[in-house]
C-alpha cells in the first residue's frame, strides 16, 4: 500500500510539477525581507527590518508557529516624513502602532472620495479587504513603526494567483468618511467594544473584570465592523500574579502594551515536563502554539513579576462569531512546579507575590478586581 502511494506521488511530480508548491511561502519570500519564525519576538520595537519594495519603507515578516495557513503578521517601518505606497488587496488585516505618528488615508474605489484619519503610538485600527489605502508618517524626524497581522496566508490557500488577491477591482462595501470614527462607532455589548479605530490601547480605560480567568484581571474584546475574520482583545493583570493555564486554538499574536518583567509557558499536550518558558516586556510578541498534527491545543500560561500591571493585546485569526474551543486549568488543579517557578521568579526580581494561598486550596475561590 505505501509503495503504491509513493508511486503515485511521484508520477504526481513528474506530470504535475506544481503540486507541492507553497504559494504563500514563494510570495513571502520573494518579497525580499527577513522573514522570522518561530513562537515569539522579544522586541518588535527593535526587530531588524529591510527594505520593502512593495510596500515602500522597511519591514519583516513575522510566522508563528501554528498558524502558517490562516494568517501571518508583519512588522513595517515608515521613514521620518515618508509615506508607503497605497495599497488594495483582498486580505485584511489589523494595524498596532508600535512608534511614532502618523496618518492613513483610505477609499472605496480607484478615482474616489478619499479620507484620512491620524493615528499615534498604541493606535490600533482595522484595513477591512479590498480597501485602498496609504499610510503617512506625520514626523520629519522620527520613523513610525506598524505591526499587522493579515490573512493572506488563507486566500493562497484557496487562489494562486497574487494578481486576484492585489489587483482585484471588486468594491467590497462603500465606505463613509466615518469608519475611523471612535466616537461615532462605538458601542458596549458584554464584553465587546466594537470600533474600527481605537486611539489608544494601552491607555484605554473602559475593560471590564473577567474574574473566572484568575489574578484579579480585567478585559475587554475589541470588535472591528469592518473585519470579517480578524478580532482582538486585551486583559491586565496585576503584580505578583498569573492567570490560570488555558488553551485553545492557535492563531493569536499576543503582543505586551504595558509591562516591564513577566513570562509565559506554553507547552504542548502530553509534554507537561518540556514547557517552553517565553520571557516577555513592553513590545513583546509571541503566539500560543499548536502541535504537529494541527488540531491538539497548546497549553499557555501567563506570569507578571515585574513592577506595574501588564497589559497584554491579542490578535485573534479567527471571527468572533466562531466559538473557539477553550479549556482551563484551575490553580486547585495545577502542575505544583508551576507556582514553584512564579515564587523562584518573583524572589530573584525582588518582587511581593500577591496570590492568596485560598486559591490553591479552593476550588470555588472569589476572585476581586485588582487592576
Ligand atoms: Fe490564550
Redesign the pocket.
Known amino acids: 500500500m505505501r509503495e503504491r502511494q509513493k508511486d503515485r506521488s511521484e508520477s504526481g511530480r513528474e506530470r504535475f510539477g506544481e503540486i507541492h508548491r507553497d504559494r504563500h511561502r514563494e510570495f513571502q519570500e520573494g518579497e525580499g525581507i527577513p522573514i522570522y519564525t518561530g513562537f515569539n519576538i522579544d522586541d518588535l520595537r527593535t526587530l531588524e527590518v529591510k527594505t520593502w519594495a512593495r510596500m515602500g519603507g522597511l519591514g519583516a515578516y513575522v510566522n508563528l508557529l501554528g498558524e502558517e495557513l490562516e494568517a501571518d503578521n508583519y512588522v513595517c517601518e515608515i521613514p521620518p516624513g515618508k509615506s508607503l505606497e497605497p495599497q488594495r488587496h483582498l486580505f485584511e488585516e489589523v494595524v498596532y502602532v508600535l512608534s511614532g505618528r502618523g496618518a492613513t488615508t483610505f477609499w472605496a474605489r480607484p478615482g474616489g472620495e478619499k479620507w484620512t484619519f491620524e493615528w499615534q503610538e498604541n493606535s490600533l485600527f482595522a484595513l477591512p479587504a479590498n480597501m485602498g489605502y496609504q499610510h503617512f508618517n506625520g514626523d520629519s524626524n522620527k520613523p513610525a513603526r506598524l505591526f499587522a497581522k493579515t490573512t493572506l496566508p488563507a486566500m493562497f490557500q484557496y487562489f494562486h494567483d497574487p494578481k486576484f488577491i492585489f489587483e482585484n477591482d471588486f468594491i467590497m462595501e462603500e465606505l463613509e468618511s466615518d469608519l475611523y470614527s471612535a466616537e461615532a462607532k462605538q458601542y458596549r455589548e458584554g464584553h465587546i467594544w466594537a470600533a474600527n479605530f481605537v486611539p489608544d490601547v494601552r491607555a484605554f480605560d473602559q475593560m471590564l473584570t473577567l474574574l473566572g480567568r484568575g489574578a484579579g484581571g480585567a478585559s475587554i474584546t475589541f470588535y472591528m465592523p469592518g473585519l470579517a475574520r480578524l478580532n482582538m482583545h486585551q486583559s491586565e493583570f496585576p503584580v505578583g500574579t498569573y492567570k490560570k493555564g ?3 486554538p492557535a492563531g ?1 499574536s ?1 503582543i505586551l502594551v504595558k509591562g516591564d518583567h513577566g513570562y509565559s509557558l506554553v507547552w504542548q499536550p502530553g509534554y507537561e515536563n518540556e514547557k517552553q518558558k517565553v520571557d516577555w516586556h513592553t513590545g513583546s510578541l509571541f503566539g ?1 502554539g499548536l502541535s504537529e498534527l494541527q488540531g491538539e491545543i497548546w497549553w ?1 500560561q ?1 506570569f507578571n513579576t515585574g513592577s506595574e500591571p501588564a497589559r497584554y493585546l ?1 490578535m485573534h485569526v479567527n471571527s468572533p462569531l466562531i466559538w473557539d474551543k ?1 479549556v482551563q486549568i484551575e490553580y486547585v488543579d495545577e502542575d505544583p512546579k508551576i507556582k514553584e517557578l512564579f515564587e523562584s521568579e518573583l524572589a530573584e526580581n525582588g518582587v511581593k507575590g500577591k496570590m492568596p494561598a485560598a486559591c490553591y486550596t479552593d476550588p470555588n475561590y472569589q476572585w476581586e478586581r485588582a487592576v
Open positions: 488555558h488553551a485553545h493569536r499576543i500560543v499557555h501567563h491579542v477553550h
